[in-house]
C-alpha cells in the first residue's frame, strides 16, 4: 500500500494565480482532511470529508475548496493565491472507530510559497 | 475551537520523565496524540474515547478525565528518540466529525 500520498511536494505561487494541490488515499478510508500548519499555530483544519460526495468546513476554510468525488481522492484548490496561504499542507485520512476518527495516516505534505 | 496545551516547550534529559496536557473548553468525545519530527508529518501515538477505552503505543501512556475535559500524555524513561512536536487532538462529541489540534508541546531529550 502506498498510503496517503500528495502531489506536488513543493510550489510557488504568485499571488492571485490558482493551483489545486493532490491527495490519494489507498486504504478504503472514509475520513480525509486537510491541514494547514504554520510555525507556533500547530496544525489547523481547513475542510475534511465522511465519505465520497460529502465535505464540510474546518477552522479556516476561506479561500479554499474541495471535492470529493471518489473515496480515494481528495484535492483541495487554491482559488486565488495570496500571500497568507504560504504554509505547508498536509492531507490525512482515516477509518472509523465508535463513530470517530480512528488513527490518522498523514501523507508527507506540501510546501506552498505564495509571492 | 483549538485545544489548549502545556507547556509549550520542555528540554528533558535522557530518562527522565514528562507530562504533557490538553485540554478543553468543550466536552470531550475523543482525545487524539500525535508526535511529528521536523521536516516530517505527524505520527499517531494514541486515542482515547469517552468510557475509557485506549488505543496506541505501547511505551506512552495517557489519561482521559472527562468530567475536567482535559487529557495528560506520560512519557516515561525518555528516549532520544521521544523528541519531537506532540499535538493533541480532539472531538467533542459523538458524530461530530470536525478533529481540531492544538498548538503543540515541543520536546527536546538530551543525552
Known amino acids: 500500500n502506498a498510503g496517503v500520498t500528495q502531489t506536488p511536494k513543493f510550489q510557488v505561487l504568485k499571488t492571485g494565480q490558482s493551483m489545486t494541490l493532490q491527495c490519494a488515499q489507498d486504504?478504503?478510508?472514509?475520513?480525509m482532511s486537510w491541514y494547514r500548519q504554520d510555525p507556533g499555530m500547530g496544525l489547523r483544519l481547513i475542510h475534511y470529508s465522511v465519505g465520497a460526495g460529502i465535505t464540510d468546513q474546518g477552522e479556516v476554510p476561506n479561500g479554499y475548496n474541495v471535492s470529493r468525488s471518489t473515496t480515494e481522492d481528495f484535492p483541495l484548490r487554491l482559488l486565488s493565491a495570496a500571500p497568507s496561504q504560504t504554509s505547508v499542507y498536509f492531507c490525512?485520512?482515516?477509518?472509523?472507530?465508535?463513530?470517530?476518527?480512528?488513527?490518522?495516516?498523514f501523507g508527507p505534505g506540501t510546501r506552498l510559497t505564495v509571492l | 475551537q483549538q485545544p489548549v496545551q502545556s507547556p509549550q516547550a520542555v528540554i528533558l534529559r535522557e530518562g527522565e520523565d514528562a507530562v504533557i496536557n490538553c485540554s478543553s473548553s468543550k466536552a470531550l468525545y475523543s482525545v487524539h496524540w500525535y508526535r511529528q519530527k521536523h521536516g516530517e508529518a505527524p505520527v499517531f501515538l494514541m486515542i482515547l474515547l469517552k468510557g475509557g477505552e485506549q488505543k496506541g503505543h505501547e511505551k506512552i501512556s495517557a489519561s482521559f478525565n472527562e468530567k475536567k475535559q482535559q487529557s495528560s500524555l506520560y512519557l516515561t524513561a525518555s528516549q532520544l528518540s521521544y523528541s519531537g512536536t506532540y499535538f493533541c487532538g480532539s472531538i467533542s462529541n459523538f458524530g461530530n466529525e470536525k478533529l481540531t489540534f492544538g498548538t503543540g508541546t515541543r520536546l527536546t531529550i538530551i543525552p
Open positions: 486504504m478504503n478510508h472514509e475520513y
Open positions: 490525512a485520512s482515516s477509518s472509523r472507530v465508535r463513530g470517530s476518527y480512528n488513527e490518522q495516516f
